[in-house]
């Protein structure tokens, strides 16, 4: 956890309320370090067009500065890094978004978040057909080398995460000198990693970990899984994929919100519609 002391301002920028994302990159662009920005006075930082005055007195909050080193062990204690841009685990294709996330809190295994990674997301009131999909997909792109993405949400990302555990689980025991190739399963989340959503997911947490697999959020420790944040968090999805297979997406879902950032980023995108069984019409009735 050497890696949480070098990184503690990264970790302060992300406890300042009220400084978004587009704020936060046209700061560490003029800046190119949070430590810098810690350091300036309230002069300086109105200097900047993009902050003002409330603004300004949230990134010299006091009270946030004497928590640093609180939240510091709690990381630790949670088993939780963090990773900026600058550090090469950072997800390189994530920095192509338009609004990507400065820095990453991670639990599990940061070296994996570059290898080949493709996000299998759907509904969460699946069927039994999209269940069987999402496992069968995900299992077998896991024994062919691929990181599987999705949000641990109910519903079809679960049974994703758990067909890549699967997987990895069957051809470690096919062979075991052969590990390096297979994927894991990387869970992004829309809260605090001290949280898991939904609760009926703490098992299949510990499993992911278990396993060699990472879950990832751009929220510090007590966020809360709010609506507005999986939005936010598909970005992220999408943006460390370079595919995306959806599963029986509904017309007004947060899938399609996903679906809309791949195509933005220019991701291929599959589709597994839902299989509706074939009903008999009496063509005079």
């Known amino acids: 956890m050497n890696n949480l002391e070098k ?10 309320k009220g400084l978004g994302i587009r704020r936060k990159i046209k700061l560490i662009e003029r800046y190119k370090s949070p ?10 930082l109105l200097n900047n067009k993009e902050i003002g005055e409330e603004i300004a007195n949230n990134i010299l909050d006091q009270h946030i500065r004497i928590k640093l080193d609180e939240e510091i062990k709690e990381l630790k204690k949670n088993n939780i890094d963090v990773i900026s841009i ?3 685990e950072y997800p390189q294709s994530l920095k192509e978004i338009y609004d990507y996330p400065v820095s990453l809190y991670i639990k599990g295994n940061k070296s994996i978040l570059n290898n080949s990674n493709i996000a299998i997301i759907g509904c969460r009131n699946a069927t039994e ?3 069987k999909s999402a496992k069968y997909f995900s299992y077998n792109l896991t024994k062919e080398g691929f990181n599987i993405v999705s949000g641990m949400a109910r519903g079809i990302d679960s049974y994703a995460h758990l067909g890549s555990i699967c997987g ?9 000198e052969k590990s390096k190739d297979i994927g894991n399963t990387i869970a992004v ?3 605090g990693l001290d949280i898991i959503y939904p609760k009926e997911n703490i098992e299949l947490a510990k499993y992911i970990l278990n396993t060699g697999g990472a879950i990832i959020s751009e929220y510090s420790l007590g966020t809360k899984p709010n609506k507005m944040n999986f939005p936010a968090r598909n970005r992220i999805i999408s943006g460390i994929s370079s595919k995306i297979i ?3 997406a509904k017309r007004k879902s947060g899938t399609l919100i996903t679906v809309d950032f791949a195509l933005e980023q ?20």
């Open 266 to 285: 220019g991701k291929e995108i599959f589709a597994v519609p839902r299989k509706y069984k074939r009903r008999k019409f009496n063509r005079y009735k």
């Open 189 to 191: 989340v829309g809260n």
């Open 86 to 88: 600058y550090d090469k």
């Open 246 to 248: 959806v599963i029986e």
């Open 35 to 44: 430590e810098i920005i810690y350091n300036l006075s309230k002069k300086e």
């Open 168 to 176: 990895k689980i069957d051809k470690k025991v096919e062979s075991v």
């Open 7 to 16: 990184n503690k301002y990264w970790v302060w920028l992300s406890l300042i």
């Open 129 to 131: 057909y999209g269940i």
